[in-house]
């Protein structure tokens, strides 16, 4: 019996197979498909395809039956090959009944469903006895799908070794997926037959020079960082025009308004709303996800965004692309009838309500859908009075829930639940959620399938996945990814104009290449990618005005200063930090392993991307000066320990010497060290004593006694009040000063005359410099950086200096007039 059962399975398949594979062949590879993938993307393709055979993908009758004449079937089917398809719709036609007949006479007849995939054959259990016949039908299929997939890569035309990028993503790149996902209608059912495959039909083609809107709900300083990933991802793959469109907080605004504007990227246009103005729309519904009232803020778009906006994609900021965006943006062309929401059906059970004893989620279609990703019809759910609608639903769910757990998404589904129509599922690659417990393996079978990647587990990087590892790499390459690489212009496409791009090109052009000091004079201009405010920031400023920030700048190889100085300095501190993406990664891991760290809220980190062959030691200084909030500054070096206390006792100064009503540069005194082990001197006299010790001397004391000889050691030893002091050539003192002082001159990069230069300018401002009489700060040992043994090493980099010492002085006398003229004499007797 066994064997009668397989010769009438694989006589009734051949007939199947060969009707597409050979008469219509070529009808499905005009549509560029292959035909035992027939069905998989358009309603007019699969007609094409699906009338070549008479059996579909989706179901399969299994007749079993004695010994049956079916050599005849075959001769006569070889003796009409033209007229195949007509023969076998006849055949089935007149044999499935008496077949039927025949059956019944001897009992047994069955209709079974095709499985889906392998994996639900190999897991099916055998009934009614017969072992043997299910082994051998078990092997029959398995024979089949290998049969299939040699077919696929036989027809499959070739594949260029380039055509799949470093990071697993790909313009226009093939998948070949293996979900269960459907995509919400007959189309998409149809299509999660054969696995999400996209290689059926050709996406619509996005016009290359159409702007693809993007909504992004950001608060806060983490979610500021995390959302750089995401956008780096984005770029890195994209062809087309960008607008980011930033619900924010006023901290988020800042951080990014920042961010974009110094990262200068082509085709690239960002607008922000204020989330504030939002959160009464929202805060009327109890929320326990940790993403807080942001987390509801998807639900109001439609009132957020501009009227004229149609259509937008949504994105969590844990969102990690593979591929272009325009991809996924083309997925609006195949939205039907009143559909207005495109989603990915949820990966996890949480809507099934059986992850725990007692587990009682919101109401949900089938497994819900995660709103991680969402393509928005704007203008369809505006008419659809979309505002109305998610309000009843939430009010009405609130009855009996009390609070949203998942946040949006919870609504999102109660909505799609009471109104199906609204959604059109997309497959489950546009939204592969990596938490534990979801079925995301399903949604990919290797990393051409890969389109957008979800971290939306709370765990994110830590979460449990078979391919965790994979993703982490890829995740961690957009993050250490250089993002001065992402500048690169769109051609042929018109862009708005951009005023700072264009300034900053004219005075690039207007400097003279053949100049010997060309790279000096380009660095003034460079336009340095930086990030406000990288890790948490929290400081109030006392209310009677004398707070003072400790200001300095630093690179990789001083990072060890910062716990020191953290333990010395108890006020807030406002650190830039000149890094690459990859060492700002390296930094954020050192600082939040830090107790000493972390247990500061004071500090603001505010990174300043490397770019050009310079240290940009007077643009770092700006850039920490700028985001002071306190009314006063101390404007120190990272290589410089100041005196413990020297905080309040800079707070006390600021009192008594009325510095809020007088143009004051309060100078500390500064000391060095040679040896890496200190004992810090906890008071004045203990300072002198290692002075007179040598355990320490004044600073630069052997190489540069000019910088700081006008401070009056000497008198400093025995004085007990404030002094003043007056300016020489060279005085380079560091100094306490108001907020509003003048910043530095970028045109001194890297050693030399960079602090000499600002001093210069405080005194042709008329600041007054008071020596404090109980202030010291100490200078610790390190290896010498790498500018100033250029400085010391070629020749070039002192001629260029010097010209830009002139140069600076000429532009004093034309802003100060007459008074200035003593810069130039002082200069040339010095």
């Not at 109660?414 to 949604?443: G, M, Y």
């Not at 830590?462 to 391919?467: E, F, I, L, Q, W």
């Not at 200190?678 to 001397?697: I, V």
Request: charged share 20%; proline share 5%; with cysteine.
């Amino acid at each position: 019996t066994a064997g009668f059962y397989y010769r009438g399975i694989y006589l009734i398949q051949s007939v199947s197979a060969s009707g597409v594979s050979q008469d219509d062949s070529s009808v499905c590879q005009q549509q560029q498909i292959q035909p035992d993938q027939a069905g998989c993307e358009t309603s007019s393709v699969i007609k094409t395809c699906h009338e070549s055979a008479w059996t579909t993908a989706a179901t399969h009758i299994e007749v079993t039956l004695p010994l049956f004449p079916f050599a005849s079937v075959q001769r006569m089917l070889g003796m009409c090959r033209g007229r195949r398809k007509f023969l076998a719709a006849s055949l089935a036609l007149l044999f499935i009944p008496a077949l039927t007949w025949l059956y019944l006479s001897v009992g047994g007849f069955q209709v079974k469903p095709l499985p889906l995939s392998p994996l639900e054959t190999q897991s099916s259990t055998p009934v009614g006895g017969a072992g043997e016949r299910q082994a051998l039908e078990l092997r029959v299929r398995a024979v089949e799908e290998e049969n299939r997939a040699l077919r696929r890569e036989l027809s499959r035309p070739p594949r260029s070794p380039s055509a799949r990028l470093p990071s697993g993503g790909h313009h226009g790149n093939q998948s070949r997926t293996h979900s269960e996902e459907g995509t919400g209608d007959n189309e998409g059912q149809k299509a999660a037959a054969v696995g999400n495959s996209s290689d059926c039909v050709q996406q619509p083609v996005v016009d290359k020079c159409e702007t693809i809107h993007v909504a992004i709900v950001c608060a806060g300083y983490n979610a500021s960082r995390d959302v750089v990933t995401l956008v780096k991802s984005v770029l890195f793959h994209r062809r087309n025009p960008l607008h980011f469109h930033f619900i924010t907080d006023s901290i988020a605004q800042q951080i990014l308004s920042s961010l974009f504007h110094t990262w200068m990227v082509p085709a690239v246009r960002v607008d922000f709303y204020d989330a504030d103005e939002l959160k009464s729309e929202v805060s009327w519904i109890p929320n326990k996800h940790y993403s807080g009232i942001y987390g509801l803020m998807k639900l109001v778009l439609t009132k957020t965004l501009p009227s004229d906006l149609q259509r937008v994609i949504v994105l969590d900021t844990d969102i990690t692309f593979a591929t272009d965006i325009a991809e996924l943006w083309a997925v609006f062309h195949k939205f039907k009838g009143q559909q207005v929401l495109g989603l990915v059906e949820n990966q996890s059970d949480w809507y099934l309500g059986n992850l725990w004893k007692n587990h009682r989620p919101w109401p949900a279609l089938g497994r819900g859908f995660n709103t991680g990703v969402i393509l928005l019809l704007l203008d369809r759910l505006r008419k659809l009075r979309w505002e109305q609608m998610w309000r009843l639903t939430a009010e009405r769910e609130l009855m009996s829930m009390l609070s949203t757990s998942l946040a949006d998404q919870d609504i999102f589904n109660a909505v799609i639940k009471q109104n199906p129509f609204l959604v059109h599922q997309l497959p489950c690659f546009w939204n592969v959620q990596l938490s534990d417990h979801t079925r995301s393996e399903k949604c990919y079978k290797d990393v051409s399938d890969l389109k957008v990647i979800h971290w939306n587990s709370p765990k994110k990087l830590r979460v449990k996945n078979k391919h965790v590892e994979f993703f982490r790499n890829l995740y961690l390459t957009f993050l250490e990814y250089d993002g001065n690489l992402l500048r690169r212009e769109l051609f042929g496409c018109p862009s708005e104009a951009d005023h700072n791009s264009e300034n900053l090109q004219k005075t690039l052009s207007e400097l003279d290449e053949d100049d010997p000091c060309y790279e000096f004079r380009r660095e003034r201009f460079t336009v340095h990618r930086t990030h406000l405010y990288f890790l948490h920031y929290e400081y109030e400023p006392s209310s009677d005005n004398t707070d003072v920030t400790l200001v300095a700048q630093l690179s990789m190889d001083r990072l060890q200063m910062l716990e020191a100085i953290c333990k010395h300095w108890e006020g807030p501190i406002s650190l830039a930090l000149y890094l690459s993406d990859a060492e700002a990664q390296q930094f954020l891991r050192y600082a939040q392993g830090s107790e000493v760290l972390m247990s500061r809220g004071n500090v603001g980190y505010h990174i300043v991307y490397k770019e050009g062959q310079f240290y940009p030691v007077n643009l770092l200084r700006n850039v920490a000066m700028r985001q002071v909030n306190t009314p006063y500054m101390f404007l120190s070096d990272i290589d410089f320990l100041p005196m413990y206390g020297l905080f309040e006792y800079l707070r006390k100064s600021v009192v008594q010497l009325d510095m809020a009503n007088n143009k004051k540069a309060l100078v500390v005194p500064a000391f060095e060290t040679l040896r890496y082990r200190l004992s810090y001197p906890k008071s004045k006299a203990e300072l002198l004593s290692q002075l007179d010790m040598g355990t320490l001397f004044t600073f630069r004391y052997h190489v540069w006694t000019k910088g700081h000889a006008p401070t009056n050691f000497a008198k400093w030893r025995t004085a007990t009040t404030p002094y003043r002091v007056q300016w020489e050539a060279d005085f380079e003192p560091y100094v306490m000063v108001r907020r509003d002082s003048p910043e530095y001159d970028r045109r001194f990069v890297g050693f030399g005359w960079n602090k000499v230069a600002h001093i210069m300018e405080l005194d042709a401002q008329e600041y007054e410099f008071v020596v404090l009489p109980n202030a010291y700060m100490i200078h610790m040992p390190h290896a010498p950086s790498f500018d100033i043994t250029k400085f010391r090493s070629n020749k070039q980099y002192r001629v260029c200096l010097k010209t830009l010492k002139e140069e600076f002085q000429q532009n004093m006398s034309r802003r100060y007039g007459f008074a200035a003229l003593k810069y130039m004499t002082a200069e040339n007797n010095s």
